[in-house]
């Protein structure tokens, strides 16, 4: 149940963070956090990182949403087992900011992204591709640690 309650909060949060950029900033509008280094940027992407796809819409979804499913389908039994797994978390906290990409991406047509910070080619992102890439790493490092024990 611990699971479930991680990817509820992460896309709660994610969507609600979503909402409240569409409402205070037009797309395309920039407000600086911090000096010439941390930007809010309203943008709506369409494809992937770096609108990647962006012009082949029906396949972005097919693809986010069959990701989601495989996911879905081999996490979920293990979301109801009793014993408390870095590993399943992390799995989690990846599936919780997929999903909600994928939600916002159903119900708009497109990703609402917002944070920039200005370094070379950095992309636009949201919370949820932060929790995608946290929970990658986290598990990333958590295998290297289990397999050199």
Do not use: Q
Not at 18 to 38: A, F, G, R, T
Not at 42 to 60: A, D, Q
Not at 102 to 116: A, E, P
């Amino acid at each position: 149940m611990v699971y479930a309650l991680i990817v509820l909060s992460i896309i709660c949060s994610d969507l609600f963070t979503k909402k409240l950029i569409s409402d205070k900033l037009y797309i395309e509008e920039k407000k600086e956090i911090i000096k010439n280094k941390v930007y809010l940027w309203h943008k709506k992407n369409r494809g992937f990182s770096y609108n990647r796809l962006e012009n082949n819409p029906f396949c972005v979804k097919v693809i986010s949403g069959a990701v989601c499913l495989v996911s879905l389908i081999t996490v979920i039994p293990a979301m109801f087992k009793t014993s408390f797994n870095v590993s399943k978390t992390c799995f989690c906290i990846c599936l919780g900011g997929a999903l909600s990409n994928l939600i916002d991406r159903l119900k708009n047509g497109s990703v609402t992204d917002f944070i920039y910070i200005k370094f070379k080619k950095a992309p636009i992102f949201n919370l949820a591709d932060l929790f995608i890439v946290l929970g990658f790493i986290s598990f990333f490092i958590s295998s290297l640690k289990t397999k050199y024990k």
